[in-house]
Each structure stands twice: as C-alpha cells, then as structure tokens.
C-alpha cells in the first residue's frame, strides 16, 4: 500500500477494519520499562496468547516519557514489523491497554496496590537496576541513595497512599529509581491488602529473579522491616531468560511500516521472527497462557541463561567492540569478518566447555546464532550493544573467563574479547586528544572508567572493573593487553 494512503491507528480504527474487540482488556500486567524489547517480547507474547482479553498491560517508562506519549496517542497500540531475511510482515499488538510516565506515581501505585494486578514485568537495563552484582543496593549510586532514605520516611510517614498519592508524588518524598517506586507500590499493596503478586524482571542479567528480590528485601527492610517481611511472604519473583533481537526503531521503519500495513504508526517495533522465553517461578495471581506462544517454563533456569548470555550476549560484546575499530557499524557487518567471527566461534567453544552437554543443543544453537547475527534485514547498531560495558562484560564474557582459568585454560577468546573492550575503550581516550574528557559509550560505571584510564595500569584497572580475580591473573592480563594492543 501507499504510505500516502495510511491512516492513523487507533483503537477504534483497529477495531472497525479487522472486526478485533475494540474496548481493551482490563489491567492485570504492570509493566516497567516501556522500550523497544517490552512491545516485541512481553507485550508481543500476551498478545498472541490472550484470546480471551483478560489480560491488559499498563506500560510505564523508565525515565523519559516520550514512548509512553507516543504510545498513548495510539491508544497503546503499535506494530511489530518482523524482518527475516527474505521476508518481512507487520501485525498490530493491542495488550497494551495504558501508557504513562513513569514518573506518574498517581497511577502506579494505585494499580500496584489492586488485587486485580497480577504480575509485574520489568525491562530497565541492567543498568537500571542500580543494584551491584550480588544484588545489593549500589551505595555508589547517588539515586540509589537518596532514594533509601527518601522511602524510609515516606514509609514511616502518615498517609502516603492512596486515596490522596497524587499530592505525595509531586512532593519531595516521591523515589524516583525503578526499585524504589515498586518498594512503594508494594507497601501501598501491603496496606490495601492487594495479596500475592509476581514480579517478572525480564533484563539480560543472571539469576534476574534472584538478583531483583535481593535488591528489593534490601532497600524495603531499610526502608521499613514490616514492608520487607511482607515482601517476603506475598511477592513471587521469577527468572527469565528472553531473547528476541530487537534494535532500536529508525524513521525508515516507521516510513517502512506505513506503506506495509496502512498505518501511520509512530511507535512500532523492529525485531527478527525467533523469540524464546523461558521462565521459572510461581505466579500466586495467575498468569496469560504464554506457553501458547512458546514460552516455557522450566525448573532450573540457570543452563538456559547461561547458554544465551554467554554465547549469544558475549558473541554480541565481542562484535561491539571488535566491529568498530575493524571499520563495522552493525551485527550484521562485523560477524562476516573472518577475524571476528573466528573470535566469537573461539569464545563459544571457551564457553561450551562451562554449560552442561545435554539438553541445551549447543551445536544447533550456535549455528543458529550465526544466521539470526547475518540477518541483514535487522540492522542492530554495534554501538547501541556496546553501551554499560562494564555491567555487560561482567556477566557475558568475565563470568567465562573465571571458569576458563579455575579450569587451568588460557582463557585467550575471553582475553581478546575483554581486549576489543579495553582497546574500544583506549581509542576513545586518544581520539579525545590532550585534556579533553574522552567521548565514551554510556556506562553507569563511567567515572570508574575514566579513573581506571587516568591511571597507571589502565588495563589491569580496567579488568579489574571486571572481575577483581582476573585482575589479579597476571598471565590472564597480559593477554587482554596484547590482544588490545593488536586492535588499538
Ligand atoms: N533489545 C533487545 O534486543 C533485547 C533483547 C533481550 C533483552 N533485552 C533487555 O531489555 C532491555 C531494554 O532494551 P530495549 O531494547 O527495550 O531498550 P530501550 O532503550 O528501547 O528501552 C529501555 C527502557 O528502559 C528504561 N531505562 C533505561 N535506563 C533506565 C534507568 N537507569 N532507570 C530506569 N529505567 C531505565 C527506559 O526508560 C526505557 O523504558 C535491555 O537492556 C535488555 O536487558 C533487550
Ligand atoms: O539489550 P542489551 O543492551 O542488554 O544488550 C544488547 C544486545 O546484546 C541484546 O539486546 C540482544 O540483542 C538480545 O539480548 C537478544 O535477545
């Protein structure tokens, strides 16, 4: 079709052209993190799955509110356009029932506490989380910081819920970090007596049910003791690994979604047809059928996480910062470069050697990756993928390398990896020139990146940003310096 001939979407056009129901579902989702991944994963699944409509997701964003505007002029409905690579088809998603700021306090809380609310789901960046990696609040972050104490008197204070919140969120008490605002909405929860709810994180971080809980209890007992206990006995959290590659939109989609499907859609999303999830963990308030849609739902997550974080996540590190100093802009350029893609088969096999044999299809799994990261049709930025490096690397390609050398290997992928980081890091500083401050790629760690720079030893410091075990392998240090300076 004509993009001249597209007509806006909206829920009562959606609904008068392919006959759908055109009053939305009830919300039963909150949602956390309003991007790109929630509207092609999450939002995607409940879609397909809820054939009933009974299951309505108010989506809030994490820290603008751009998406959610442009989500609520739609009526929450927008497009995912799935890009194989021959084909290409548009469909209409219509879970999302709400769309707010994130900031808009007036309606979380309220929709937490309502025993209609039966799980939460999350994707913030692992960044956004502002806990370290044993799930601790990060007393290094000042919003973080602030926000303890900002719930420990808002906790404590008299009426702070609804029915009068909108007053207490324009005021000074009001958190402003993810984990905070959901601390309140639980505790609010507590005190409507709301019952059991789950929360779903759905960020590309290990054990991220696990890591989220102990974050939560955390900042809730500094809070107020009784908040946490009530955490602990109501709220189920829930690991997921997901995965579906999805970049971030550009205006040719948007143009390119227009003249596909007939409709002027201002927030759709771009990703590949494959999309897994899997899940562990109890859902007390009931949960969409997503099974239906191929989730699954397992016992032990940890092989799963495990095989996607370490062989597709750090095969995507690797590429973000080996690609660009190779003269690479997209997944889809730097993993048909010989050297790169002989560095990524050389980090799977590094890593293979750490997952169990059976279950998991390695193989299968691995050439299969190769096809989703030569889909040209996805145009994934290495430099979208190359940002929080440092929370990233941790996980994807330091948690390989430690296992690598208790094993007594050489760890020498993991080493050239952490060395394309190290070496990306380096031409930043220098392209800076004298005394100007390097141009380096959002990071929530960025001033310890920049001390570790300053520094003597910038590699070791840099590693040891890391892994504190790595920095002090001697040998294993060596290697990353020799590879950066190969690449630098
Ligand atoms: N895009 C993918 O291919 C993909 C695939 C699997 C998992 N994920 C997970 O989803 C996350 C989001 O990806 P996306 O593509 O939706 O990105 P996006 O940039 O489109 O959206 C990110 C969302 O997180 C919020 N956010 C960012 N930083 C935050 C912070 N410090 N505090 C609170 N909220 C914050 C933003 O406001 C936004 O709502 C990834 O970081 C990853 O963990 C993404
Ligand atoms: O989304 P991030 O920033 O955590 O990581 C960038 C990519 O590695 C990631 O988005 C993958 O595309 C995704 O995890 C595939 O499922």
Not at 314 to 342: E, F, N
Not at 374 to 392: F, M, P, S, Y
Request: one cysteine or more.
């Amino acid at each position: 079709m004509s993009s001249a001939l597209a007509v806006p979407l909206d829920r009562a056009t959606f609904a008068a052209r392919t006959g759908k129901p055109s009053a939305p579902a009830p919300v039963r989702i909150v949602h956390l993190g309003l991007g790109a991944f929630h509207r092609a994963h999450q939002a995607w699944f409940t879609d397909r799955v809820d054939v009933a409509h009974e299951w309505g997701i108010a989506a809030f964003t994490g820290r603008s509110p751009k998406a959610a505007e442009e989500i609520a002029q739609q009526d929450g409905l927008y497009s995912v356009l799935e890009r194989a690579a021959t084909s290409e088809q548009v469909s209409v998603v219509t879970s999302i029932v709400e769309a707010w700021d994130g900031a808009r306090l007036d309606r979380l809380v309220p929709l937490l506490a309502a025993s209609t609310t039966a799980i939460v789901t999350l994707t913030i960046t692992e960044a956004g989380y502002r806990l370290t990696s044993d799930g601790a609040p990060d007393r290094d972050d000042h919003v973080m910081v602030e926000d303890m104490d900002r719930l420990r008197s808002a906790l404590t204070g008299p009426g702070l819920v609804a029915p009068d919140f909108a007053g207490t969120a324009a005021g000074t008490q009001a958190p402003v970090s993810t984990l905070g605002r959901l601390v309140l909405g639980l505790e609010a929860r507590r005190r409507a007596d709301g019952g059991a709810i789950s929360i779903v994180p759905c960020d590309n971080m290990p054990g991220n049910g696990e890591h989220v809980r102990a974050g939560i209890l955390a900042i809730a007992q500094h809070a107020r003791p009784e908040t946490a206990r009530w955490i602990e006995a109501n709220v189920s959290f829930v690991s997921t690994s997901v995965d579906r590659i999805t970049p971030a939109t550009t205006s040719q989609d948007v143009a390119l979604v227009a003249e596909l499907s007939g409709w002027i859609d201002n927030a759709p999303v771009v990703c590949e047809p494959f999309a897994d999830w899997v899940l562990s963990g109890d859902f007390p308030a009931g949960r969409p059928s997503w099974e239906d849609a191929g989730a699954k739902f397992v016992r032990d997550i940890d092989p799963f996480e495990r095989r996607k974080l370490w062989l597709l996540n750090g095969a995507h590190s690797l590429l973000a910062y080996a690609g660009p100093l190779r003269g690479h802009a997209t997944v889809a350029q730097a993993v048909v470069d010989p050297v790169c893609r002989a560095q990524v088969e050389a980090l799977w096999d590094e890593a293979v050697r750490h997952l169990p044999a059976e279950g998991l299809d390695l193989q299968a799994y691995r050439r299969a990756l190769l096809e989703r990261f030569e889909n040209g049709r996805i145009e994934h930025r290495l430099a979208q993928i190359a940002k929080e490096g440092v929370t990233k690397m941790r996980v994807r390609v330091a948690a390989v390398a430690v296992r690598e050398r208790a094993a007594g290997q050489d760890a020498a992928a993991c080493a050239w990896a952490i060395g394309a980081w190290v070496a990306s890091l380096l031409a930043a500083q220098d392209a800076a020139g004298t005394g100007e401050p390097a141009t380096l790629p959002d990071d929530a760690a960025v001033a310890a990146v920049r001390a570790a720079l300053a520094g003597e030893n910038p590699v070791t410091r840099l590693v040891a940003l890391l892994d504190a075990g790595l920095a002090a392998d001697e040998a294993f240090v060596a290697r990353v310096s020799d590879a950066a300076s190969s690449m630098g």
